[in-house]
């Protein structure tokens, strides 16, 4: 099961670089899917719940078409990508290293964002992130100062990180933290953990702190495994029907205080950074 969820997010990861070349190439952001030489990016669109911007990337001021892209990966991996960046020539960058020597002429990247690569790079002026914080990216002066466009990876780890979770959730749920120490050691302690220690998720409280895209998936599976999912979120009440509640930011301590487990799923930003003080973990 790992090696094919490992497969399915490396699927996904080519599609999502696919489509970002796509609406960073194509002068119509709204034909994008249509126009798309591979069928799977309909199913890719709807499964991570995209939705296209009113204006296409071409529109921003002073843009032009992409001629020389630096991409995150080796030359067969890059190689897929031409079919998608017809005229484009996207040069291969296992490492931050050899973008870094690449650099020069180039005018955007895909998967690679430092200080050392905007220097290197004066004509770089996009951004394709592999992840989706781009806390550290943003805050380089260069890309402030030179307007360049940054886009991430949102949504595309959802399931990847919610499973982690889970994971961590039956881990320290069932002890099996403590229990793969002595194991390691060759030694059974039947009574390592207490009994009324060990939780059933079943039943228990779940709260998801920032209901996005990775929130999203920690809810749906909390929710399979017979949880009873509260959420919150800056923008709205709203939420998928397994989420039983959905809070504003401001309902946090209450939520907090009814809650089993809490998992923070929020970007950090000004507003989020500290949330998690002192004071918060003793309102738990």
Same mark, same amino acid.
């Given at each position: 099961m790992p090696i094919m969820r490992r497969a399915m997010t490396q699927t996904a990861r080519f599609g999502f670089a696919v489509l970002f070349l796509a609406? @960073? +190439?194509?002068?119509? $952001? @709204? %034909? +994008?899917? =249509?126009?798309?030489?591979d069928p799977g990016i309909d199913q890719l669109i709807e499964q991570l719940g995209l939705r296209a911007a009113k204006a296409p990337v071409s529109e921003r001021a002073g843009w032009s078409k992409p001629e020389r892209v630096i991409v =995150? !990966?080796?030359?067969e991996q890059v190689d897929a990508l031409g079919p998608f960046a017809p005229g484009v020539e996207l040069v291969p960058a296992? %490492?931050?290293?050899?973008?870094?020597?690449?650099?020069?002429?180039?005018d955007a990247v895909i998967g690679f964002c430092a200080e050392a690569l905007l220097d290197a790079g004066a004509d770089i002026r996009w951004l394709q992130l592999p992840y989706a914080g781009a806390e550290r990216c943003v805050s380089i002066p260069a890309v402030a100062?030179?307007?360049?466009l940054v886009t991430n990876a949102q949504r595309i780890y959802g399931p990847e990180i919610a499973e982690h979770v889970l994971a961590m959730m039956l881990s320290l749920t069932r $002890? +099996? *933290? +403590?229990?793969?120490? %002595?194991? $390691?050691? !060759?030694? &059974?302690e039947r009574g390592l953990?207490?009994?009324?220690?060990? &939780?059933e998720l079943e039943g228990k409280t779940l709260l998801v702190v920032g209901l996005g895209g990775? $929130? %999203?998936?920690?809810? /749906?599976? !909390? *929710?399979?495994? !017979?949880? /009873?999912v509260t959420a919150t979120r800056n923008s709205s009440r709203s939420g998928p029907g397994f989420v039983d509640y959905v809070g504003l930011a401001d309902e946090l301590p209450k939520l907090t205080s009814?809650?089993?487990?809490?998992?923070?799923a929020t970007p950090l930003t000004p507003q989020t950074r500290g949330l998690f003080d002192a004071g918060y973990f003793e309102s738990m």
């Open positions: 609406a @960073a +190439l194509m002068p119509f $952001g @709204a %034909t +994008l899917a =249509r126009d798309m030489p =995150r !990966g080796d030359a296992p %490492t931050l290293e050899d973008a870094v020597a690449a650099a020069a002429g180039a100062e030179r307007d360049i $002890g +099996l *933290h +403590l229990y793969a120490e %002595t194991q $390691g050691r !060759g030694v &059974w953990i207490p009994e009324e220690k060990l &939780w990775i $929130g %999203t998936e920690v809810a /749906r599976l !909390g *929710h399979a495994m !017979g949880m /009873r009814e809650a089993d487990i809490v998992v923070n």
